[in-house]
Nanobody, 124 residues
């Protein structure tokens, strides 16, 4: 069992930056692949970024590539999402997720555990 708690969301102007954190409970954090997803009002949950258990392989949605960076600190049981050059279309609730076995790492169905989400609002 893994419990995830996101933090770092807030209101920021377009072009600004935010850093999201996701703290995980449990001693097996380093075995999990981690992902960030987001959901805007009236839209489906969409993939943002993911990182494999060892932290070497990373994946990004085309819409955030070059602006967002995912990282993890297995010693601190935490995964991060650095978001730069934010746009109004990045406004959404951002969710952290953990999956023990993921193939594409881009589908929410591959992830077993989810946080409660943190709101990110980008004003234009």
């Amino acid at each position: 069992q893994v419990q995830l708690v996101e933090s770092g969301g807030g209101l920021v102007q377009a072009g600004g930056s935010l850093r999201l954190s996701c703290a995980a409970s449990g001693r097996t954090f380093s075995r999990y692949n981690m992902g960030w997803f987001r959901q805007a009002p009236g839209k489906e949950r969409e993939f943002v970024a993911a990182i494999r258990a060892r932290g070497v392989v990373k994946y990004y949605a085309d819409s955030v590539k070059g602006r967002f960076a995912i990282s993890r600190d297995n010693a601190e049981n935490t995964v991060y999402l650095q978001m730069n050059s934010l746009k109004s279309e990045d406004t959404a609730v951002y969710y952290c997720a953990a999956g023990s076995v993921v193939v594409t790492a881009r589908s929410p169905y591959e992830f077993d555990y989810w946080g409660q989400g943190t709101q990110v609002t980008v004003s234009s």
